[in-house]
């Protein structure tokens, strides 16, 4: 589903990513690990087509077959930012709206309301965005980045700011899109649930993979060894 060689990105004389190579296979659900600053939301955003590579290859195999630079590939794309981006003026059901009128989805308030429901927020549909919860921004925030059935949903922390209730909503949510064969990359701090999710485990570190193995290749507690190990030694 994803291809990446040579990929760099530089901001400046900083570098965020240096010799990037990596491939995900669609239907994988990868998790990203790494410290803050060590690349994750930087790859995760060139991947979305948010951010230009500075040099390498960044190429997108949609299902009919097309071969897409991110760019090109953004409605196959669900993008879900540690930043909620919400408009805190607009109620749940403008903020929706608005991005579907962005993707050209049909956005009736009765199908806008369904969404919300799904994600429990039911009730809030008309109300102003301010006047929710961190939580409840949260979940307003997955409804809209996956409102049109994406084939790939890029995590980046998706599970900051969520209460036990809305962790279990999520990581129920992944796991049925998983189910589905929706390609998932996400970066997570919380390695035991990011383990947990995946099919495949990716440490960063300063911009480059250091590690990069199935999950049945290791035990939590041997994957927590050599992240450890990876992050001690750099």
Known sequence: MLEVRGLAKYFGRFTALRDFNVSVGRGEFVSLFGRNGAGKTTFLRVVAGLSRPSEGLVRIHAPGGETLTPQASRGLMGYLSHDTALYLDLTAVENLRFYAELHGLPHADSDLEARLALVGLAHWG???????????????AIARAFLHDPEVLLLDE??????????????????????????????????????????????????????????????????????REVAKGS
Request: charged share 25%; proline share 4%; with cysteine.
């Open 126 to 140: 008309h109300e102003s965005v301010r006047n929710f919860s961190r939580g409840m921004q949260q979940r307003l």
């Open 158 to 227: 998706p599970f900051t700011g969520l209460d036990q209730t809305g962790t279990e909503f999520l990581r129920t949510y992944l796991g049925e899109a998983h189910g589905r064969g929706k390609t998932c990359l996400m970066a997570t701090h919380d390695v035991p649930l990011g383990y947990e999710m995946s099919d495949r485990l990716i440490v960063i570190e300063k911009g480059l993979v250091t590690l990069d193995v199935p999950k049945s290749a290791l035990s939590l507690d041997r994957f927590q060894e050599l992240y």
